[in-house]
Structures are given as structure tokens and as C-alpha cells.
Nanobody
């Protein structure tokens, strides 16, 4: 089982920046895609950005050009650099990872979430 621990959330003014980190630990064969989702109050959880083990990235249209996802495979860590933040980016951000467990089954794990609040 994989444990995902997020850090880097907080309160920032509109136009500011934050960097989220998520470190994976535990017993697994390999980690495939890692990503970030977010959930604002009263809304469904939505994909923000994802990155494969080979580095291929995808982004929600609402964050393209402002957010950058990256990962360090040696550290099993994924990052989300968020620039030009807007009040509508306010949400709980969740890290996720699709990994092969020791029975070579593909499993999706989630972090506990970190709050990002952007003030206007």
C-alpha cells in the first residue's frame, strides 16, 4: 500500500504562487501516473494536472499556462507549481498515484488533501 503525504498548501493573495509537494512511500512495485485533483466547496473533485512516469503531462484548461506539474521518480515525489493564482483556485488539493502493488494489481491511492486559499 502507498501512503501519499502532501505539503505546501496555504493562504495567498491573488496573483501569488504556491508549490505543492506529494511524497509517496510504502510497498509497491512501481508508480505509474501521479497527479493532482482539487475539490472546492459544493463542487465535484476535478483533475488539475497529471504526469506519467515518462514525464508526459496533461492539464485542466482552467490552469494551463499557470500551473506546472513535475515529478522526481527517484524520490517518488510529485510537485505542482501554481502561479498567477486566482480566487477560483481555492480548494482542497489532493495528490493521487496509480501504482502496481506487490500482487501486481493497479491501485489508485490518495493523499489526505491540503487546503489552498486564494484571497482577492
Amino acid at each position: 500500500q502507498v501512503q501519499l503525504v502532501e505539503s505546501g498548501g496555504g493562504l495567498v493573495q491573488a496573483g501569488g504562487s504556491l508549490r505543492l509537494s506529494c511524497a509517496a512511500s510504502g510497498r509497491f512495485v512501481s508508480i505509474n501516473t501521479m497527479g493532482w485533483y482539487r475539490q472546492a466547496p459544493g463542487k465535484q473533485r476535478e483533475l488539475v494536472a497529471g504526469i506519467t512516469s515518462g514525464g508526459r503531462q496533461n492539464y485542466a484548461d482552467s490552469v494551463k499556462g499557470r500551473f506546472t506539474i513535475s515529478r522526481d521518480n527517484a524520490k517518488n515525489t510529485v510537485y505542482l507549481q501554481m502561479n498567477s493564482l486566482k480566487p477560483e483556485d481555492t480548494a482542497v488539493y489532493y495528490c493521487n498515484a496509480d501504482y502496481l502493488d506487490r500482487s501486481v494489481s493497479l491501485v489508485r491511492g490518495w493523499g489526505q488533501g491540503t487546503q489552498v486559499t486564494v484571497s482577492s
